[in-house]
């Protein structure tokens, strides 16, 4: 299997997409012809503001999950939070070294706030055991859980709800549905999210 070395370092990995989504194209060889891209492909985005950095994925299948691998490693993802019911097994990507967390909540809901707080911690405990890398979110299609958890860090790390929903939603569309974008737009930052020393900057590629 070979992967070209991306243009940027934010992933829309499919053969052929809009010349406003930056991609990694992986070698057509590796593709298995007789199954779908959606199937063979997982479709996945960066996201870094202040130094953080997150990637919003759909769910990956056991048919794409050796792709889905080559993709969080290109974005140094060490651990990966699955907000859906489990469809998968860790087993291949624990032993890639990405570590699997469940914080299942309903579709089309706002994080509760015990998933958020559990969310939080694990990015702090990410920031503090190694830092540059990258934390993953996936739920079914990573266009509500997923991106919902992505927002919210966002916010609490001080952009403004607008912004942060911008971001994600310029960059997946279709993503967050009413009821979260009003969920966003109430959350207020308390400050749990802190990088010190770090200059500011946001950037999504």
């Known amino acids: 299997m070979s992967v070209l070395a991306p243009r940027t370092t934010s992933l829309a990995v499919t053969p052929s997409v809009s010349s406003q989504r930056d991609s990694v194209r992986l070698s057509r060889d590796c593709l298995r012809p007789k199954l779908s891209r959606q199937l063979q492909e997982p479709h996945v985005t960066l996201i870094e503001y202040k130094n953080a950095r997150f990637l919003i994925t759909d769910q990956p299948s056991p048919t794409n999950m050796e792709h889905f691998i080559i993709a969080c490693h290109l974005h140094q993802v060490r651990i990966l939070v ?16 990405i570590r699997v967390v469940d914080l299942e909540f309903d579709d089309g809901a706002p994080p509760p706030d015990a998933v958020i707080e559990k969310w939080f911690q694990l990015i ?17 299609a990573g266009l509500g859980r997923a991106p919902a958890l992505v927002t919210v860090a966002l916010i609490e790390l001080g952009l403004p709800y607008d912004e942060a929903i911008e971001m994600i939603r310029s960059r997946r569309t279709g993503a967050l549905n ?8 109430n959350f207020r930052s308390r400050k749990r999210l ?9 950037q999504i590629l």
């Open 178 to 185: 009413a009821k979260q974008i009003q969920y966003l737009k």
């Open 82 to 97: 699955r907000v859906c019911e489990p469809t998968y097994s860790e087993t291949s990507l624990e032993a890639a070294g």
């Open 194 to 202: 802190r990088l010190k020393s770090q200059p500011d900057r946001c």
């Open 124 to 140: 702090t405990e990410l920031w503090q055991t190694h830092p540059g890398s990258c934390i993953a979110v996936h739920c079914r």
